[in-house]
């Protein structure tokens, strides 16, 4: 039996630019992450910031899994 649970929703969009992408990507190779990584990283963040929560979910799609 699955329980169930109620939980706020929020959209948040990040700014973005082809600088914030490129340094998204060499953060990511000093520091052994992918692009996708550091940028999701960011997102979480932002979302604290936005809600001063620190339990958060984030849902993205990948293709192919």
Known sequence: DVGKF???SY???LPSSAN???LAR???LEH???QFQ???AAYYWALHVATG???LVVSTSF???
């Open 63 to 65: 293709h192919g899994r």
């Open 53 to 55: 929560k620190s339990d």
């Open 20 to 22: 914030c992408f490129e």
């Open 11 to 13: 959209n948040l969009s």
């Open 38 to 40: 550091v940028l999701l």
């Open 6 to 8: 109620e939980a706020e």
């Open 32 to 34: 052994g992450a992918s």
């Open 26 to 28: 060499k953060y990511g």
